[in-house]
Each structure stands twice: as C-alpha cells, then as structure tokens.
C-alpha cells in the first residue's frame, strides 16, 4: 500500500465580514479586512494556489463559508479560508445572482467612502460553487474537519485515496 501524502492545513479566518458583487458574467467574493494592509498581508501569506473551490453551508440561522485550494499541496502549508455568518440574506442574494465565472478578492471597507467595498488587484479563479445543507457534509472530509475546528498549525491533513471522500 502507498503512502498517502500529508499536508499541513491551517483554517484562516482572519477576515471580518464577506463581500459579494458582479454581474451575469463573473462574481466576486470578497473576504473584507479593516484596511488594505491587512489585506495585502493576508493575500500574500494565504492565498498560494491560483484555483479555489467554495462551498457555502446553509443553516437555519446562519451559513458557513469555505473557500479551499483545489490541490493541497504536500509538504507545504495549505490555508483554507473560513468563516461563519449570520447574514443569511446576503447569501440568498449571491445565490439567486451567482453564475458565470467566479473570483475571490480580498477587500477592505474605506471608511470615507460608506458602503463601498474596495478590493485588491490580485485575485483567484473558483472551478465552482456549491450550496449545501450541514447534514449533506461527510464526516471526517476536509470540509467537516475545518468546519469542526480540527485544523492548527502544525498539524497534517492525509488526502484520502478518492477525491470524492476529501471534498464534502
């Protein structure tokens, strides 16, 4: 039997709120931070793949946001962004919109410009989107352990042989 690769995973949740925006062609996500340094900080130490796979799950009072990078990658730190909101609105709203190609951002709110969301220039490509209910989460996938706080630093997540059992 082969030896599976282990890679350190680390839940990044840094970010304090989530942004949406686009248009019938692209849509952005947009992780919010409290100015652009963080921003910038944040993108370069945490977002290394240029390919993210997002998954929302929705509750009843709240969702779950996962956005993780396509292939982890062994032997290297591997972030997944995470966060939970309470906002289920604006992720009825991204729904009913989403289609067509879809980025993630990172953004910050200027405080001289209420109610606008600046966003930085970097970005990276989502293959694809899924909505999903927290019972239709496998146990013991990468998706179930970030959701479940199993991730600190230091520590290795082993893929398993079947994508379809490491996804969700």
């Given at each position: 039997?082969?030896?599976?690769?282990?890679?350190?995973v680390?839940r990044?949740?840094?970010?304090?709120?989530?942004?949406?925006f686009?248009?019938?062609?692209?849509?952005?996500?947009?992780?919010?931070?409290?100015?652009?340094?963080?921003?910038?900080?944040?993108?370069?130490?945490?977002?290394?793949?240029?390919?993210?796979?997002?998954?929302?799950?929705?509750?009843?009072?709240?969702?779950?946001?996962?956005g993780?990078p396509l292939?982890?990658?062994?032997?290297?730190?591997?972030?997944?962004?995470y966060?939970?909101f309470?906002s289920?609105?604006?992720?009825?709203k991204?729904?009913?919109?989403?289609?067509?190609?879809?980025?993630?951002k990172?953004?910050?709110?200027?405080?001289t410009?209420?109610?606008?969301?600046?966003?930085?220039s970097?970005?990276?490509?989502?293959?694809?989107?899924?909505?999903?209910?927290?019972?239709?989460?496998?146990?013991?996938?990468?998706?179930?352990?970030?959701?479940?706080?199993?991730f600190?630093?230091?520590?290795?997540y082993?893929?398993?042989?079947?994508?379809?059992d490491?996804?969700?």
């Amino acid at each position: 039997m082969q030896d599976r690769p282990s890679s350190p995973v680390i839940r990044f949740s840094e970010f304090i709120g989530i942004g949406y925006f686009g248009d019938k062609n692209q849509h952005v996500i947009a992780p919010i931070f409290d100015g652009r340094k963080s921003a910038e900080t944040a993108w370069t130490q945490v977002m290394k793949s240029s390919i993210y796979h997002v998954i929302f799950i929705a509750h009843t009072t709240k969702y779950e946001f996962i956005g993780y990078p396509l292939e982890i990658k062994p032997n290297q730190v591997n972030h997944v962004l995470y966060r939970s909101f309470s906002s289920l609105g604006s992720l009825q709203k991204f729904k009913s919109a989403y289609g067509g190609t879809t980025f993630i951002k990172f953004g910050w709110h200027d405080l001289t410009k209420p109610h606008e969301l600046d966003v930085l220039s970097q970005y990276a490509t989502v293959d694809s989107v899924e909505f999903k209910r927290p019972e239709e989460i496998k146990q013991g996938t990468l998706v179930d352990r970030v959701r479940m706080s199993s991730f600190v630093e230091g520590t290795s997540y082993t893929k398993p042989e079947s994508d379809s059992d490491f996804i969700s």
